[in-house]
């Protein structure tokens, strides 16, 4: 069965410093892993994909194969990167879906 | 443009009464369709998918039914609500590339 695990509900570092948002995922066949972000009062939106491997707003994340993860990154964290963050998981054999973490929650203090 | 529409964005409800909740898709046809149900600690969860009229794929055995009468339209139901219904809906839609676009959602309690 695909699943996607996110193992920490709750993320807090100071600003300026390196973060790091943990993902891993079990898959049938070939998926597409994403990050999505909900800042205070938004939408819930993308955030990058790893197929474009880009970065945006400073976050990275790398596809590992071998250990099923997609973690996100960013050097230096900025208060306004304080959101919900899903990470998310599509196509494989679930052909359509689209099956989320539960989430992780960064608090970035001043 | 492309956008998406939610509601009614809040709701409160009796156990036992029954639910709609609608999501509408403006400027694209046959849009892959999605509702999601968003609880804290748990994630969004994939309750129903639809890729066309009449389609509908259910995800989790419960409670609600979901519909698609016309191609942008999707439409969230129960005929009695639990208490255990209660949550944060979000409606989806894919425009492509397997990437979600999400509606604003809709806040259901039910006392």
């Known amino acids: 069965a695909q699943r996607v695990t996110q193992p920490e509900k709750l993320l807090s570092v100071f600003k300026g410093a390196p973060v790091e948002l943990k993902c891993n995922y079990s898959?049938?066949?070939?998926?597409?892993l994403f990050w999505y972000v909900q800042y205070s009062r938004q939408r819930l939106q993308l955030l990058l994909r790893?197929?474009s491997r880009e970065s945006i707003k400073g976050f990275t994340a790398d596809l590992n194969k071998g250990e099923t993860s997609f973690h996100l990154k960013k050097p230096f964290a900025q208060e306004e990167d304080s959101a919900m963050y899903y990470c998310?998981?599509?196509?494989?054999?679930?052909?359509?879906?689209?099956?989320f973490g539960a989430g992780t929650r960064l608090f970035v203090k001043a | 443009s492309q956008t998406i529409h939610q509601w009614p964005a809040t709701l409160v409800q009796p156990v036992g009464s029954p639910l709609s909740l609608e999501c509408t898709v403006e400027?694209?046809?046959?849009?892959?369709l999605y509702w999601y149900r968003q609880a804290a600690g748990r994630g969004l969860q994939l309750l129903f998918y639809?890729?066309?009229?009449?389609?509908i794929s259910s995800e989790v055995p419960q409670n609600l039914s979901a519909s698609r009468p016309q191609d942008r339209q999707f439409i969230l139901s129960s005929k009695k609500l639990l208490l255990s219904d209660s949550g944060f809906y979000l409606c989806?839609?894919?425009?492509?590339?397997?990437?979600?676009?999400f509606g604003a959602g809709s806040r259901l309690t039910v006392l």
């Open positions: 989806a839609w894919n425009p492509g590339a397997n990437v979600l676009t």
């Open positions: 898959y049938s066949g070939s998926p597409e």
């Open positions: 790893h197929i």
């Open positions: 998310a998981l599509s196509g494989g054999t679930g052909g359509f879906k689209t099956i």
């Open positions: 400027g694209t046809s046959n849009p892959n």
């Open positions: 639809s890729v066309g009229i009449g389609q």
